[in-house]
C-alpha cells in the first residue's frame, strides 16, 4: 500500500476512520442468498467451516476437496422429461428428411407426430434406438457443434427461457461457495457427457475435464491423413446408480468428501462418499414446490426418489425441501 | 509499494540505484537448467511464450492449454522391462504361498523360478494373465495401499534407486515451467491407471483425475452395508496407440496443445494434438542415451519408435535426442 501523505491524512482522517469501521463491523456478504436460513443451508455452512479450518479436526487439504453434483433435476431441472431427451427428439425431426423410413419405423414415427408417449412406450430400448441414431455416426466436434446450437436456441415450454436458464439459483451459489472454499466441483450424471461438455462450463463454471456421465464408444481414425474421432452407435458407460462411484473413481481416483443428488439414481454416489474416512457431506435435494417448479418423488417416472429419502432419514443426510429452503429456484425468479 | 521517505531516499540512493540496475539486467532463472540450450528446448520455450503471450496471435487462453505425457520412458524410465511388470512379478512372489499351483503353471512358474524371459515369453496372454491375477480381486483402497508399499521400497536393479527417482529430471523441469504459465498437465499412459494415481502427484505434482491409463472394470457393492468398488478381472480400456485419443476424449474432453511420448504407442495422441485448429507443440524423446540411460528405437520390444520417428522428420515434430539435449537425465546424476 502506498504511504498515505501527512498532510492528506491528517485532512481525511474522518472519513477514513469511519471507512475503517464500517469494514470492521459489516457482516460478510451472504455467498448463498438465495438459501433460506434454515438446516439445510446451517448444515452445507457448518461442513464447509469445518473442512476448510486448520487444526478444526476435520480440516481436508484442498487438493481432497472434491464435491460431486448430478445434473439433472440437482442442478438444473428434468420435468416434464430430461432434457437431453427433447434435444434427441429436436434431432430426430432435423434429421427425418434423410429417413423417409422414419415415417413408418417406430419410435421414431411416435417422435415425428408428436406423440411423446408412444415414443417412450418403446422403454430403454426404443431411447437407445433413438439415443443411438442421434449421437453416434459423427466426429466428435461435430456433435458439440450439435448440442452448441441446441443448447442455444431450444427453450422450455413451461418458462419459455432457455433450457440453460432452467437451472437453479441456489445450486449456482452452492458451486461458487465451494469453489471459493478450495473445492473442484465435479459433475457426475446419468447424462451423456458430450452432451454436457459444450455448455457446462459458461452455465456451472466446470470444465469439460470435470465431467462425468454416460458415453458412447469412440474410434480414433485417420481420413485422408487429417485425425478424427468417430462416435459408434456402441454403448461405453451407463453412469447411473451403481455406476456413479464406477465413474468417479475411473474419472477423479479420489473419494468425494460431498455429494448432492435429487433421486435413487444418485444413492450410490451418496454412499459412496459418506462412507469416507472422515467428515463428509451427503445431500438430496427434494422436488416439493409445484408452484414453482415441480412436486415429485417416490412415485414419478423422471428422478424417482424413494430409497434415497429413507436412506437420508436413516443416516441423518440433510434434504433439501425446494419450498421451504429455496427462496429463489430459477435466475429468472423475482428476487 | 511503500514509498520510501525522502530522507531515506535521498540518503540510499546509490545503493537502490545499484539493485535497481540489477534487477533490470540480471536474467530471469532458466526453469529448464537441465536442458541444454539446443534447439529442443528453444522450440519448447519458443511455443510457451507464444501461446501465453496476450496478442501474440497464437495466444491460448489458460483453459485450453492442456499439456499430456506417455508416462513410461517419456517420464520415467522404462527399461530393462516396464516398472510395473516388476510391480507384478514382485506381487506374484509375495502372493505365491496362497497359490501352490503356480509352481505348475505358466506364466507364474517361470517368474518364480526368476525366468523373465520365459515368463514372457506367452506374449500378451501371458501378460493379461498375470495382470488379472495380481492387479484385480481386491477393494480399490487395497490395491492403492499395495501399490503404495511397493513404490516406497522396490528398487532399480542398475541404479539401486527406488524406481520413483528413475524419473527424467528436464521433464520434472518441463512439468513445473508448464504449469508456471498456466497449463494442465496429464498423464495419458498405456500403463495402468490405478498403479500410477497412488503416486505420481508427489514424484510429478499431478493429481489423480489428471491421470488417464489402461484399466480394469471395477463394480460397486455393498459388503455389509459397507460400500466398496471391487477390481474386476476384466479389461475395461486399453490406453495405447489409437486408444490414447479416445482416452484423451474421455477424460479430458478438449484436445491437448502440447504432446509428449517416445513411442510408437504415443503416435496417435501426437498426430490428434498436432491436427488441432491452433498453435500446436508435438514431441518425442529419443533414448539416445546408452551410457547415461538405454539407447534404443526401431528394434526396441520395449518403447519401439519407428513410425514415429519417420512422422516426426516429416512434419518438422520436435525431437529430443536425449545425449544432446538433456545436461542430466535423473535428478540422481552429478550437476
Given at each position: 500500500m502506498r504511504a498515505v501523505p501527512?498532510?492528506?491524512?491528517?485532512?481525511?482522517?474522518?472519513?477514513?476512520?469511519?471507512?475503517?469501521?464500517?469494514?470492521?463491523?459489516?457482516?460478510?456478504?451472504?455467498?448463498?442468498?438465495?438459501?433460506?436460513?434454515?438446516?439445510?443451508?446451517?448444515?452445507i455452512v457448518a461442513f464447509v467451516e469445518t473442512v476448510t479450518r486448520p487444526g478444526s479436526g476435520g480440516f481436508v487439504p484442498p487438493a481432497e476437496r472434491i464435491a460431486v453434483f448430478d445434473n439433472d433435476g440437482t442442478l438444473w431441472a428434468e420435468q416434464p422429461?430430461?432434457?437431453?431427451?427433447?434435444?434427441?427428439f429436436d434431432r430426430v425431426r432435423a434429421m427425418a428428411p434423410d429417413h423417409p423410413e422414419w415415417k413408418r419405423t417406430q419410435p421414431f414415427k411416435a417422435i415425428l407426430e408428436g406423440d411423446l408417449e408412444a415414443a417412450l412406450a418403446g422403454g430403454e430400448q426404443a431411447l437407445l434406438e433413438i439415443v443411438m441414431a442421434t449421437h453416434a455416426g459423427m466426429a466428435t466436434d461435430a456433435f458439440e457443434g450439435l448440442v452448441a446450437d441446441w443448447i442455444a436456441t431450444a427453450r422450455h415450454p413451461r418458462f419459455d427461457r432457455p433450457y440453460r436458464e432452467c437451472v437453479y439459483q441456489p445450486m449456482l451459489e452452492l458451486l461458487g461457495y465451494l469453489r471459493a472454499n478450495g473445492f473442484q466441483t465435479w459433475i457426475v450424471s446419468g447424462g451423456g457427457i458430450e452432451f454436457m461438455r459444450p455448455w457446462v462450463e459458461e452455465v456451472y463454471g466446470i470444465p469439460p475435464q470435470q465431467v462425468v456421465g454416460?458415453?458412447?464408444?469412440?474410434?480414433?481414425?485417420?481420413?485422408?491423413?487429417?485425425?478424427?474421432?468417430?462416435?459408434?452407435?456402441?454403448?461405453?458407460?451407463?453412469?447411473?446408480?451403481?455406476?456413479?462411484?464406477?465413474?468417479?473413481?475411473?474419472?477423479?481416483?479420489?473419494?468425494?468428501?460431498?455429494?448432492f443428488g435429487n433421486s435413487d439414481g444418485d444413492l450410490a454416489m451418496l454412499q459412496w462418499t459418506a462412507a469416507g474416512p472422515g467428515l463428509s457431506l451427503a445431500v438430496y435435494v427434494h422436488h416439493t414446490d409445484a408452484e414453482?417448479?415441480?412436486?415429485?418423488?417416490?412415485?414419478?417416472?423422471?428422478?424417482?426418489?424413494?430409497?434415497?429419502?429413507d436412506e437420508a432419514a436413516a443416516r441423518g443426510w440433510t434434504v433439501v425441501d425446494m419450498t421451504r429452503d429455496w427462496k429463489r429456484v430459477f435466475p429468472f425468479d423475482p428476487r
Open positions: 501527512r498532510s492528506v491524512r491528517r485532512a481525511a482522517s474522518p472519513l477514513l476512520g469511519a471507512l475503517a469501521l464500517a469494514a470492521c463491523t459489516a457482516p460478510p456478504a451472504d455467498p448463498l442468498p438465495a438459501w433460506d436460513d434454515g438446516p439445510a443451508k446451517q448444515a422429461i430430461y432434457f437431453q431427451a427433447v434435444f434427441a454416460s458415453s458412447i464408444r469412440t474410434r480414433f481414425e485417420l481420413r485422408d491423413g487429417e485425425p478424427v474421432l468417430v462416435r459408434l452407435p456402441e454403448i461405453d458407460f451407463i453412469d447411473d446408480k451403481e455406476g456413479k462411484p464406477v465413474g468417479i473413481q475411473r474419472h477423479i481416483g479420489r473419494r468425494p468428501i460431498a455429494a414453482r417448479e415441480w412436486a415429485y418423488d417416490r412415485a414419478s417416472h423422471v428422478g424417482r426418489l424413494a430409497k434415497g429419502l
